[in-house]
């Protein structure tokens, strides 16, 4: 299994940037999608994530009405939509696969595979 994260840079505040992750070698239309971030000296903390149907969403508080999850099962691909950033979204961003229950969704130990991480930089 294989996630391949790529779309981060160097952005001013207020600015725009899409996070693609590609996925290969899993039934991608059967995992939940999800997406953490590291800033340094912090532990990961949750984003965002999709169930594998699409059809459900979850947001951390700081990123609501901001960032925006969806994904294409045709291409193997989710995306993270990320507007109005803020210098504190600086981080490393990692998309995650797994089969999360309910009440797991937002944690880390409910995926599986993770990408190599992707850096956001948000200048003040």
């Known amino acids: 299994v294989q996630l391949q994260a790529s779309g981060g840079g160097l952005v001013q505040a207020g600015g725009s940037l899409r996070l693609s992750c ?4 899993l039934t991608f239309s059967s995992y939940a999608m999800g997406w953490f971030r590291q800033a ?4 990961r903390e949750f984003v ?4 594998w149907s699409g059809g459900s969403t979850y947001y951390t508080d700081s990123v609501k009405g901001r960032f925006t999850i969806s994904r294409d ?3 193997n691909t989710v995306y993270l ?3 109005g950033l803020k210098p504190e979204d600086t ?3 990692y998309c995650a696969a797994g089969r999360p229950i309910l009440s797991g969704v937002r ?3 409910s995926y599986a595979y993770w990408g190599q991480g992707t850096q956001v930089t ?3």
């Open 40 to 43: 340094p000296g912090k532990e």
């Open 122 to 124: 948000v200048s003040s």
């Open 73 to 75: 099962n045709a291409k």
């Open 107 to 109: 944690f880390a130990q």
């Open 48 to 51: 965002t994530a999709m169930r």
């Open 22 to 25: 590609a996925a290969s070698g």
């Open 81 to 83: 939509q990320m507007n």
């Open 91 to 93: 981080a490393v961003y």
